[in-house]
Nanobody, 118 residues
């Protein structure tokens, strides 16, 4: 069907930057939005950012807007999340996801750990 693989997580100092990548394979024609979610320690998963894969329209959670930028390279079937001005509260496992034509986030990657130190 659709497979998603995240990469780019790691340890970064507060105020630093990190770029995450999400590569999609399989029936990629069946998805129209890519997005990023995150789950901090002891917290529920929350939405971070999304992009319409054809139009390039983006939207963000208030907690990350102005600091994070989502983009896509359709030729590479890849969505990116550029994270700047990172804060310790950004520490989380970050998951990429794809929304199907049914309007649901039906496809998920395995997650990549982002740790921001003080």
């Amino acid at each position: 069907q659709v497979q998603l693989v995240e990469s780019g997580g790691g340890l970064v100092q507060a105020g630093g930057s990190l770029r995450l990548s999400c590569a999609a394979s399989g029936r990629t024609f069946s998805i129209y939005e890519g997005g990023w979610f995150r789950q901090g320690p002891g917290k529920e998963r929350e939405f971070a950012a999304a992009i319409n894969l054809s139009r390039g329209t983006t939207y963000y959670a208030d907690s990350v807007k102005g600091r994070f930028t989502i983009s896509r390279d359709n030729a590479k079937n890849t969505v990116y999340l550029q994270m700047n001005s990172l804060k310790p509260e950004d520490t989380a496992v970050y998951y990429c996801a794809a929304k199907s034509s049914a309007g649901r986030w039906d496809y998920w990657g395995q997650g990549t750990q982002v740790t921001v130190s003080s």
